[in-house]
């Protein structure tokens, strides 16, 4: 269950919602199967198998799940049919198909042809950080991300949630990083970076397994390109590469967490519980850090001060890891 890439979104102060009633929400918006003559269906599911509800929380910390299902039924079948169709009416009546009638069967033959296709289900995994403020998506790509956030401002509107807009640029920020041969504190550069020409049409160079510092990297940007990805490490604890679009990708945490949480957990339900708690721990002070780092936060989104946890989000006699009663709560 640890996050294999992030989309972060800040959560306005007004919108810390009670763990109770966004649980309540949610399961009013279950996920469904596709039926019929529907192309996708999607609702809310458990994080885990053994949960019972489609909101768990702990600490602070809400996670959820949006499940998909996808019908699959490809261009190629369709047209496939369609040709049949279309070659059976010219034979019979000895005369051409026009284009109207061919998108009428067309039509008609999908909706045929959609009940007995073939379906692909998806889950897409997110928590809501009451403490900090920031709605966490497992997710590197926009369109996802936002298609979870759509089906949470239906199922508890408004739900305003915002792209994070800090003072600094984040590929200029990146770029400074990499001609100083250096990261902000409690970062380290990792081996990893994507340069780009910003003029129109201009060259992308993409390196890996490299020494960021070297004469190479170095002439890139004397030449005027611009860092739009970035590998870095944060103490030690978890590796990712940032992109110009503050996205974080291929999330990997290192083996003193991964440790960390094994210990803590001795079944599938304690070891779901010690996760959650050192990965959003752990999530929610890199976020910290990486915005402070790029500037903080600029506008509105600054003067937003996090509102204090719902008590329901603290329910008695909730699991702590082994000797820590400290540690807080994808």
Sequence with gaps: MWFRQLSFY??????????ADLADALEKRPFQPCSGLDWFSEGWVPPAAHLPVPAHSVRGSTMIALRREDKVL????????????????????????GRKEKLALKEQITDDLLPRAFTRSSRLTAYLDNERGWLMVDTGTASRAEALISALREALPPFPAALPRTTLAPHAAMTDWVAAGEA????????ECELKDPTENGAVIRVSRMDLTSDEI???????????RVGLIWQERIRFVLTDTLQLKRLQFLDVL????????DDRETLFEATLLLMSEALGELVEQ??????GLSGEQAAAEPAPVPKSAEPAGKPAIAGDDTVPWD
């Design 10 to 19: 800040r959560l306005s102060a007004e919108n810390r919602t009670d763990p």
């Design 290 to 295: 990486l915005v402070e780092a790029l500037g």
């Design 258 to 265: 991964q440790e960390e949480a094994s210990q803590a957990g």
């Design 184 to 191: 902000p504190p409690g970062f380290e550069l990792d081996a």
């Design 218 to 228: 170095r002439q890139h940007l004397a030449s005027g390109k611009q860092v739009t």
């Design 74 to 97: 490809p261009a190629a079948v369709i047209r496939d049919f369609l040709d049949a169709r279309i070659a059976e009416i010219e034979d019979k009546e000895a005369r051409k198909v």
